[in-house]
């Protein structure tokens, strides 16, 4: 079977190429990268499309096992593909956790059946979660880990923190960090400035992040382990991880693509589709942010993506849960970023896909000739807008709800098959 993607301009920033040429996939493979390759089985027309290698998201949340009301790998897999992800790294947060060998087998298999993109589980760093006792990383990792990290909690103990580096070091796996203070953080729902000052709405400083990540990059100083910053959010964050980079310590981060779009003026008024975690930013934190990933201080850009239910989201601020569903809105938010003259076309992709990869040493992220073809073909100039209920993801809650976006995925190929085709407005 071969497949050939004519006419588009293919940026792909693992092997220095942006020019217009045809892509020719065969057995599931790239086998040719060219211009005026003659025609195969199946032609898809690229003409005015980029032709991107297939995203990778280092951070996004399936459900499966045990929260499958929320997303499971069909929901969540569909999600990523129509949004352009073809790798995505999934966090141990389910139920029960990613903290056995046999839980990280029940997603390798359940998506083995059922997802439409490769799915590659991220283990628990500590049993059930509780910052006391390491997990078996080993068997883990055995089983098909890529990375271990206790999702959205921060383990207190830096002691431990230590030994967590120093055992995941042993085994080659990167530690994926969530940097809050819970104690500073005290319950915060939003970041606190003026804005939450204005708003009456419990709040969290930015220190809460930044005190966790100077604590954070001592210990890497220490132990010299692999270290990976999640969804930075602050200007001292971004600060400290220039440092440490600049003094060669082994460490990396990713950005949300909605930390860099949205303020913390988007949660006045109380919506709580707008309430992540971290928090939204105040216009000055999310300078710092866009700096960093000019300045190449921030490595990869993520969804994020966190699913809820009208039983999490449709609340009150306070009684809310924090999170969004990201995976479909993520590529138009970073190809705004271009367009804004942030960074190179070329920069905004590779933060999508030959980074990410690179960071977990994943084969994903390129369109080298014999590798896997997995690639999009995206309409920049597509214009759509953000309806929940229309999402492929199960969680209709975003804060981009009504937004107009320009960009959009038309065609996604896994391992040289269509898994997704844009239906014609
Ligand atoms: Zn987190």
Same mark, same amino acid.
């Given at each position: 079977m071969s497949l050939l993607i004519r006419g588009g301009r293919v940026i792909d920033p693992a092997n220095g190429v942006d020019r217009m040429a045809d892509v020719l996939v065969e057995e599931g493979r790239v086998s040719r990268v060219d211009s005026g390759i003659p025609g195969a089985q199946q032609v898809i027309d690229a003409n005015d499309k980029l032709v991107l290698p297939g995203l990778c998201d280092l951070h996004a949340r399936f459900g499966?096992?045990?929260?499958?009301?929320?997303?499971?790998?069909?929901s969540g897999?569909?999600?990523a593909v129509a949004g352009g992800f073809t790798t995505v790294c999934v966090s141990p947060a389910t139920e029960p956790i990613n903290d056995r060998r046999s839980v990280t087998e029940h997603i390798v298999n359940g998506a083995a059946a059922r997802a439409l993109c490769r799915v590659l589980p991220v283990g628990a760093l500590t049993v059930g979660f509780e910052g006391t006792t390491l997990c078996e990383l080993a068997d883990m990792k055995e089983a098909g880990i890529v990375a271990v990290g206790d999702d959205c909690?921060?383990?207190?103990?830096?002691?431990?923190?230590r030994r967590a580096l120093e055992y995941a070091s042993t085994f080659d796996l990167c530690v994926l960090a969530h940097c809050e203070d819970r104690a500073l953080a005290a319950g915060g729902q939003m970041h606190e400035g003026t804005v939450s000052t204005r708003c009456g709405i419990p709040a969290q400083p930015a220190q809460a992040e930044s005190a966790i990540v100077a604590r954070d990059l001592e210990l890497v100083e220490l132990t010299g382990a692999r270290y990976h910053l999640q969804h930075i959010s602050t200007a001292q964050s971004v600060e400290y991880m220039r440092r440490a980079k600049r003094r060669g310590l082994p460490v990396s981060c990713e950005v949300s693509a909605l930390h860099l779009r949205l303020h913390d003026e988007a949660c006045k008024r109380y919506d709580s589709r707008t309430k992540l975690?971290?928090? $939204?930013?105040?216009?000055?934190?999310?300078?710092? +942010? @866009?700096? /960093? #990933?000019?300045?190449?201080?921030?490595?990869?850009?993520?969804s994020d993506h $966190?699913?809820?239910?009208?039983?999490?989201?449709? +609340? @009150?601020? /306070? #009684?809310?849960?924090f999170g969004a569903s990201s995976l479909e809105t993520t590529l138009p938010l970073v190809l705004d970023l271009w367009?804004?003259?942030l960074i190179s076309l070329d920069r905004a992709v590779a933060c999508l896909s030959a980074n990410p990869a690179a960071l977990l040493g994943l084969e994903a992220g390129s369109l080298s000739v014999g590798a896997a073809a997995d690639l999009i073909v995206?309409?920049?100039?597509?214009?759509w807008v953000v309806?929940?209920?229309?999402?492929?993801s199960r969680s209709p809650y975003t804060p981009l709800e009504g937004e107009k976006l320009r960009g959009a995925v038309v065609t996604t190929l896994v391992g040289g098959r269509v898994v997704y085709e844009r239906a014609a407005d």
């Open positions: 499966e096992p045990g929260l499958e009301y929320k997303e499971d790998l069909a897999s569909a999600a909690r921060t383990i207190a103990d830096a002691g431990l923190m975690r971290p928090p $939204l930013r105040s216009a000055e934190h999310v300078e710092a +942010l @866009e700096q /960093g #990933l000019a300045d190449g201080t921030i490595d990869a850009i993520v $966190l699913p809820q239910t009208s039983l999490e989201k449709e +609340l @009150e601020y /306070g #009684l809310s849960a367009r804004a003259d995206v309409d920049p100039e597509l214009r309806e929940g209920a229309a999402l492929h």
